[in-house]
């Protein structure tokens, strides 16, 4: 039998000691991370690294999470508090591996999303958890009116029982996805991830004695608390209010979002509103917010503060139920990352009212993805490719806007050239940052992307992205980011944000461009014209927006 192992007797501790063991434990996280992303199979996973790990206490509180991709959170901060509702932690043994991905009984944020928790057994009872996240680019060419069209739901369930693989289980998961060799290559992966964290940490309270190690996990969630708790007291009291418009292929026309930020001392309250839930995979659940709003204050207040649980007890967040932004089952959330990434500028422009030299101006607000599905012809074996694209990352008080990069929740990388067409019957015939796509400003927006597909084979395709109707914001009279678009080539017409591919039709996706940071007549003489140099602005934006003779 298996009970929880805490800290009976605290320890006494020095600082030094904390430190140590708070920084094995952040080794521990970035080596199952990269012992996942070189065991992996998938191109998402192997090249552009879609994926995160963490360690987790006893209680189900997060310890420290890997620099990968701050989304992932959300899945993560759910899925033990499940586990432990559905499977006494009395009948757990070592080598147990918990999976899951759904976002209603699972603790996940989208179906993708799957998570692997294995308990991590010291002196015969569980004294932490290792946990993983890889996006299977799966589950593609779908429906998005609620949750059962968006691919299978998997509660936590025991995929390893004391070590010992539950065939009948993987067998039910890869029945269900279109790419199953991918998924089980990847799966193992995820396992092999897994077998790194329990043996570090295994290690590592061999080492310094496991009631130390687990006094200093609390340690270092309190030091969190204190730092989280500084930097708000550090920001003038207020409420600080910000409004933005979303839109998306999914939906006609705009929705309002709206959030009110409260400072007042050491704690913050953020109270978010939007419309309500709808037929369309664009709606967050809560635990998606949550990572949201963690990931987005942490950056303004401190990026210096520990990514654990402590950081999250000085902050209140609230949003209706059943809204976009706090959704109920059986609301579609396989985009939520489109009002993931609103959510986290409009934190930014709140805040920006109180301490504008720690912000940026609006970034591109989007994760712009492409999901390709198709059958080869060689063998009639589908394959499917999700892509993701950067776009503007926003000016900021002192510096330029980053060009073509991913923001806020995300932090995948565009996948190489050689990759993307080695792999899958596509061709890139053109890969550019869009001239005049950053904000202009005393600091000007970053720039987006334009990437051009030609199909070799006939497949099919689904864009999601956002800010094609809408800019991005400006700050202190800089001006707003160019819109993202999508082109079609000659016989290519998408319905909604789907289309159907021909051999040797193109198309191309292009991502927004980021908010500039102040007035534009303030921009220095020398940067205009490296500008106009390099391409980045075009004559006729030199000469409106900066009065600057060619």
């Not at 605290?10 to 970035?30: C, F, H, K, M, N």
């Not at 496991?210 to 708790?229: C, F, H, I, N, Q």
């Not at 705009?254 to 037929?279: H, K």
Request: charged share 20%; hydrophobic share 40%.
């Amino acid at each position: 039998m298996s009970q929880a192992l805490q800290a009976s007797t605290a320890p006494a501790l020095d600082p030094i000691t904390v430190e140590v063991i708070g920084a094995a434990l952040s080794s521990i996280v970035e080596e199952t991370g990269e012992a996942l992303i070189r065991a992996s199979y998938s191109t998402n996973i192997k090249e552009r690294r879609d994926c995160s790990t963490a360690l987790f206490n006893a209680a189900g509180e997060t310890l420290c999470q890997a620099e990968h991709i701050p989304i992932h959170l959300g899945s993560f901060i759910g899925i033990i508090p499940h586990i432990m509702r559905r499977h006494p932690v009395e009948d757990m043994r070592p080598g147990d591996v918990f999976v899951g991905n759904d976002a209603y009984e699972g603790g996940g944020t989208h179906l993708p999303d799957i998570v692997l928790a294995e308990p991590i057994f010291v002196e015969g009872r569980i004294a932490a958890w290792t946990v993983n996240l890889a996006h299977h680019s799966d589950f593609a060419d779908r429906g998005h009116a609620h949750i059962y069209q968006e691919g299978l739901r998997i509660p936590p369930v025991r995929l390893y029982r004391a070590g010992v693989l539950q065939k009948d289980i993987q067998d039910l998961i890869l029945l269900n996805c279109q790419v199953p060799h991918e998924r089980l290559s990847d799966l193992r992966a995820q396992m092999a991830a897994n077998r790194v964290g329990v043996q570090r940490f295994q290690a590592l309270c061999a080492k310094y004695g496991t009631e130390t190690v687990l006094a200093a996990g609390s340690a270092l969630l309190d030091y969190a608390e204190r730092k989280m708790r500084a930097g708000i007291a550090a920001i003038p009291d207020g409420t600080y209010a910000f409004q933005d418009e979303f839109d998306s292929p999914e939906i006609d026309g705009t929705l309002p979002f709206s959030l009110r930020v409260t400072v007042q001392g050491d704690g913050m309250t953020l109270d978010f509103d939007g419309p309500d839930q709808m037929r369309a995979g664009l709606n967050m659940t809560y635990t998606a917010l949550l990572a949201t709003v963690y990931y987005a204050v942490k950056s303004v207040v401190d990026p210096t503060i520990l990514p654990n649980a402590g950081l999250a007890r000085p902050l209140a967040v609230t949003a209706r139920e059943g809204s976009m932004l706090n959704c109920k089952h059986p609301a579609a959330v396989n985009g939520r990352l489109q009002a993931c990434q609103r959510v986290s500028d409009m934190i930014l422009g709140a805040l920006a009212q109180a301490v504008p030299e720690r912000v940026t101006a609006c970034t591109n607000s989007t994760c712009t993805v492409a999901s390709f599905i198709g059958s080869r012809k060689a063998d009639g074996a589908l394959w499917v490719y999700l892509e993701t694209m950067g776009g503007g990352n926003g000016a900021r008080a002192t510096k330029d806007g980053l060009d073509g990069v991913h923001v806020h929740t995300t932090n995948t990388s565009n996948l190489p050239v050689e990759a993307l067409e080695i792999e899958y019957p596509l061709t890139l015939l053109r890969y550019e940052l869009v001239q005049d796509s950053g904000g202009i400003g005393r600091f000007r927006g970053g720039m987006g992307l334009r990437r051009v597909y030609r199909a070799d084979e006939d497949c099919r395709v689904r864009i999601d992205t956002s800010r094609l109707h809408s800019r991005s914001w400006g700050l202190f009279g800089g001006g707003g980011g160019g819109h993202g678009a999508v082109e079609c080539g000659p016989g290519v017409q998408f319905t909604g944000n789907t289309a159907v591919l021909k051999a040797g039709q193109w198309f191309a996706i292009v991502s927004p461009g980021g908010g500039g940071y102040g007035p534009p007549e303030q921009r220095s003489a020398e940067a205009v014209a490296r500008d106009l140099a390099e391409g980045t602005i075009s004559a006729a934006t030199a000469r409106e927006a900066y009065h600057h003779a060619p």
